[in-house]
C-alpha cells in the first residue's frame, strides 16, 4: 500500500524545492518510502502424501510430493501415504488431508538460493488408517540444526490446547539461514520402536537483514550475549497482534507469517484498551513494509486511565535453558499523544528493566511511524529438566511522563536461539486428571466393569461411612472457628510491580467430561 499519495507526494516536492534546492528529492522519499511488500525468491509448499496439486484456503498451491523432486527415488519402500480417519473442522483440507509415514531415516532436499529462509512443518496428530500418532515421536534435523528431538506432535498439540488454542494442527516455524550451498536438506528420524510422520512442509525466503544481521538488540540483565548472525538457527515461538484480530498468512507481507490474536496471554483482569487507528503506517527505511502487516502497527493494546495502577503483562510459557530474542512492535495510533515527553513507559522482560525511558516520539517522526526493538533474554533452567518456564513481558508508565500515564504494545515475536546448533526441547510433561478439549486418547474403560467396581464398593463406603461423618463433622467445626485453610487474600493483584516475587499460576483445565477415557492436563512449571 502506497504510504503517501502522489498529490501530496508532488506538494512536497514543492517544498522540499523551495528549501534545499540543491539536495535531490528522492533523498526524503528513502525516509518515508520503501519498495513494496517482499517478494519470496524461494517458495515451496509441499502436500506431503498427496500425488496430486491442490490449493489453500489462502490460495496457496502446494505440491504432492509422491512424485516430487525433493524425495528419493525409492520413496515407496522408505515410506507411505495416509488420510486421517476424521478431519477437524477447524483445519483446512490442505495440506492436512494427506500425511506421509517413515518407519526409517527420510530427507526431503530443496533447491534453493542461499540466504535466510523460513522452514515450516505442519503436523495433524490424528488416528491415520491403523496408526494413532500418540505413539509417534520422531527428530527433525535441517542443513545441521537439531530441531526436534523425540518430538511428539500429539503431547505439543495438547500443550497449545491447554495454553491458547483451539486449533487441530501444530505449525512448528524455523528460521535458517542456508550458507555454503544450495540446499536445504529436512531429515526425518523415527525414535526407536516408533514412526515419524508429516503433513505439509514450506520454505519460503525472507529479506536478508529481517532477523539475522539486524539492528544489534538489547541485552537484558547483562552485558553480552549471543549474536543473531548466519551461524544461528531460530525457532518461532510466539507472534502476536496485540489487541487485534487473527492475522492470516495471505495477509501477511509476503512471508506468510501467521500472526495470533494476544487474548491468551494477558495476565489479570487489567487487560487495558485496544484503540484502532485508521489511516495508512508511514513506513521508513529503518522498519520497511514488510517488517510486520499494516493492521499489526494500526491496533494496539494500551493501558488506559488506571495504567498507574498495575502492570500490563504477557505471560508466555516457553522452554527454559535457552536465549530468546524478542522483538517489540510499536506505532503511536492515539491522536491525543502528539510530542515528545507526554507518554514514557517502562518495558519489563523477565521482571527485568528492558527500558526505563520508552517515548514513541523520541524513537519515530511522530504517530503512524512504526518501529521495532529487540531484546535478547536467557530463560534459565534451574532444575536441570528442561521444564517450561513463564516468560513476562509487562509495561508501567514511568512517573517522567508530562501529560499522560500510558503505556503501550502493538505487536510481540518471540524467537528461541539455537544452542551449539540445536532448538529441540523435552516434550511437554502431562499427568492424568483432565483432557485437553477435543483430544482422546486411546486408553479407554468399560462402561459396564465401571458400574460394577461401583457397585461392589458401596459394601465397603457404608462400613467407614460412620467414621468418614465424624471426621468431616470435627472438620468443619475447626474451620468455623479458624477460617478456611487457603487465604485468597495472598493472591497477588494484577497491578503489583514485576520485579516483585511472581505469583503461581493454575492449570487451565477443561470442563468435566462425563466420558469413559483416560484422560490428561498439564503441569504448568516455573
Not at 74 to 90: A, I, R
Not at 159 to 187: C, G, H, M, P
Not at 253 to 266: L, P
Request: net charge neutral.
Amino acid at each position: 500500500m502506497q504510504s503517501v499519495t502522489i498529490a501530496f507526494l508532488q506538494e512536497l516536492h514543492q517544498s522540499f524545492i523551495m528549501f534545499a534546492p540543491g539536495l535531490p528529492f528522492f533523498i526524503l522519499l528513502l525516509t518515508t518510502t520503501t519498495a513494496q511488500p517482499y517478494k519470496a525468491t524461494d517458495i515451496f509448499f509441499l502436500n506431503c502424501g498427496s500425488s496430486i496439486p491442490s490449493n489453500s484456503n489462502s490460495d496457496q498451491k502446494w505440491d504432492g510430493d509422491e512424485h516430487s523432486n525433493f524425495v528419493p527415488s525409492n520413496t515407496t519402500t522408505t515410506s507411505f501415504s495416509s488420510v486421517p480417519n476424521h478431519l477437524d473442522s477447524s483445519i483446512p483440507q490442505t495440506p492436512y488431508s494427506t500425511a506421509r509415514f517413515f518407519n526409517s531415516s527420510f530427507t526431503y532436499t530443496f533447491p534453493v538460493s542461499q540466504g535466510p529462509k523460513f522452514l515450516r512443518l505442519h503436523f495433524y496428530p490424528s488416528t491415520y488408517s491403523h496408526l494413532n500418532t500418540q505413539q509417534s515421536f520422531f527428530s527433525v534435523s535441517s542443513n545441521g540444526y537439531s530441531l526436534l528431538t523425540n518430538f511428539s506432535a500429539f503431547l505439543a498439540l495438547s500443550f497449545l490446547r491447554n495454553t491458547r488454542t483451539n486449533d487441530a494442527r501444530v505449525v512448528k516455524e524455523f528460521l535458517i539461514y542456508v550458507k555454503d550451498t544450495n540446499i536445504l536438506n529436512v531429515t526425518f528420524t523415527p525414535s526407536p520402536n516408533s514412526y515419524a510422520f508429516i503433513n505439509g512442509i514450506e520454505i519460503v525466503s525472507m529479506p536478508e537483514n529481517l532477523y539475522f544481521n539486524a539492528k544489534t538488540p538489547k541485552y537484558v540483565n547483562q552485558y553480552t550475549g549471543p549474536v543473531i548472525d548466519n551461524n544461528t538457527g531460530l525457532e518461532t515461538i510466539y507472534r502476536l497482534n496485540m489487541g487485534g484480530g487473527q492475522v492470516s498468512v495471505k495477509d501477511d507481507t509476503g512471508m506468510y507469517r501467521s500472526w495470533d490474536q494476544d487474548n491468551y496471554f494477558i495476565y489479570g483482569a487489567a487487560i487495558g484498551l485496544t484503540p484502532v487507528y485508521d489511516n495508512p503506517i508511514v513506513y521508513t527505511t529503518e522498519t520497511p513494509n514488510y517488517t510486520a502487516p499494516e493492521v499489526v502497527y494500526q491496533t494496539q493494546r494500551s493501558m488506559g486511565k488506571l495504567s498507574d495502577k498495575y502492570n500490563l503483562t504477557w505471560i508466555l510459557p516457553v522452554d527454559s535453558g535457552f536465549y530468546y530474542m524478542l522483538r517489540l512492535h510499536f506505532c503511536n495510533i492515539i491522536p491525543q499523544y502528539t510530542n515528545r515527553g507526554q507518554v514514557v513507559f517502562k518495558i519489563f522482560i523477565n521482571n527485568q528493566t528492558a527500558e526505563v525511558e520508552a517515548d514513541l516520539f523520541y524513537w519515530t517522526q511522530g504517530s503512524g511511524y512504526p518501529v521495532f526493538k529487540d531484546y535478547i533474554v536467557f530463560v534459565s533452567d534451574p532444575d536441570g529438566r528442561r521444564s517450561k518456564q513463564d516468560l513476562w513481558v509487562a509495561l508501567h508508565p514511568n512517573s517522567v511522563s508530562e501529560l499522560y500515564l500510558d503505556a503501550y504494545l502493538n505487536g510481540l515475536e518471540v524467537f528461541k536461539l539455537s544452542m551449539d546448533k540445536n532448538l529441540a526441547s523435552p516434550n511437554p510433561e502431562l499427568s492424568f486428571s483432565t483432557t485437553p478439549t477435543g483430544l482422546t486418547p486411546t486408553v479407554k474403560r468399560n462402561k459396564k466393569t465401571t458400574y460394577c467396581v461401583i457397585v461392589g464398593g458401596i459394601g465397603g463406603v457404608l462400613v467407614l461411612l460412620s467414621i468418614s461423618v465424624l471426621v468431616v463433622f470435627w472438620q468443619q467445626r475447626r474451620v468455623r472457628q479458624y477460617g478456611s485453610a487457603y487465604d485468597r487474600s495472598s493472591y497477588r493483584p494484577a497491578y503489583s510491580e514485576p520485579n516483585t516475587t511472581k505469583a503461581s499460576h493454575s492449570t487451565l483445565a477443561s470442563d468435566d467430561d462425563d466420558s469413559d477415557t483416560v484422560s490428561f492436563v498439564f503441569k504448568r512449571l516455573g
